[in-house]
């Protein structure tokens, strides 16, 4: 085979080659999302729809918003909690990063909470001062807050294990150990939770959970879920939602179809097309139908007669035309 031969053979083949690498680079991709769970976010994120995210509860406040006994409206907080925040609002963080700290709440958060935020801590690991350890036993409620809210069925029961400031009392507990505590604090109060699994995807449907979500939210208050704890500076665009929900390949192969079609273009396989287009006038196979009736009915005697009655017919036409000028 000479060189030529080899060369448009390779260049042949490189279309196919690209097709299964990109094929054999999605899968790849599928196969990496499903083993991290379906979704690039953290677990607590109001982005994330797997079991552990918050999407389904920031769906539904969405819809009660500025309905009566829902709240004012619902954001997503992507800075740190300053004074500047809206005061009697809700921030709600759920399984939030936190560097090792000896306080529970910095200065502006805590000031933030006294002018009457209300700042609700949904915890599984080790927060400030506060520690967890998981639990075994129901989860009883022991004081009179939140009406309608009774029965917590977690799917993995927790308890504040220790750390728990000396001003928080306990509503639930497991055994003798609190699972949700509030802490009063100015004109507003925080509240802690140690089993977050409750407001989560997964378990938002069991026991008095829902209610639980409305009451952590409040009435009137405007929501925030806060993602800044997890690490996000800004709200995620259409590319970050379209990595979490598996298109990753997609925006790869759109600019790659680019190049390959641009790069087709520019040689051409095989001779060129024929650009041929009909140019003749209908009047043209008009006359050639006539010819072959004519040709098909009439002999050629009839014929020229028919063409010299024709020609003198015309011929009169024509000088009656001219005589009547």
Same mark, same amino acid.
């Given at each position: ?15 196919? *080659? ?15 999302? /499903? ?9 607590? /994120? ?28 619902? %954001? ?20 939030? =990063? ?20 209300? *700042?609700?801590?949904?915890? =599984?690991?080790a927060y400030g001062p506060l520690a967890t350890a998981p639990a075994a036993g129901r989860t009883v409620? +022991? ?15 927790? =308890? *504040? ?27 507003? %109060?925080? +509240? ?80 060129? *097309?024929?650009?041929?287009r009909e140019r003749r006038s209908d009047a043209v196979d008009l006359l050639d139908s006539l010819a ?15 063409? =010299?009655?024709?020609? %003198? ?13």
């Open positions: 085979m000479s060189r030529d031969g080899a060369g448009s053979a390779v260049a042949r083949l490189l279309p196919v *080659l690209g097709a299964l690498a990109y094929f054999a680079a999605g899968l790849l991709w599928l196969g990496a999302g /499903s083993r991290a769970g379906g979704s690039v976010f953290a677990p607590g /994120s109001t982005f994330d729809t797997s079991p552990t995210g918050l999407s389904l509860a920031r769906r539904y406040l969405a819809g009660r918003a500025g309905r009566p006994g829902g709240p004012a409206r619902v %954001e997503v907080l992507v800075r740190p909690i300053t004074s500047g925040l809206m005061s009697g609002a809700t921030v709600l963080r759920v399984r939030p =990063r936190h560097e090792p700290s000896p306080l529970l709440l910095e200065a502006p958060e805590r000031a933030w909470v006294e002018g009457g935020g209300r *700042l609700v801590l949904g915890l =599984r690991d409620k +022991v004081f009179p807050a939140w009406p309608g809210v009774s029965t917590l069925r977690p799917p993995a029961p927790r =308890r *504040l294990d220790a750390g728990l400031p000396a001003g928080a009392h306990t509503v639930f507990a497991i055994g003798a150990a609190p699972a949700v505590a509030r802490e009063p604090l100015g004109r507003g %109060e925080v +509240v802690l939770l140690a089993v977050p699994e409750a407001i989560e995807n997964g378990a938002l449907d069991q026991a008095d959970h829902l209610r639980l979500l409305e009451a952590l939210a409040g009435a009137g208050r405007v929501v925030y879920f806060d993602e800044h704890a997890h690490g996000l500076e800004r709200e995620p665009g259409v590319i970050d939602l379209l990595a979490a929900w598996g298109f990753g390949p997609l925006l790869v192969l759109l600019p790659l179809t680019g190049l390959v079609v641009l790069w087709r273009q520019r040689a051409r396989l095989g001779p060129p *097309l024929d650009d041929y072959l009736l004519y040709a098909r009915s009439l002999g050629p005697g009839e014929v020229r007669a028919a063409l =010299r009655a024709g020609r %003198e017919h015309s011929l009169k036409s024509r000088r009656t035309a001219d005589g009547a000028r």
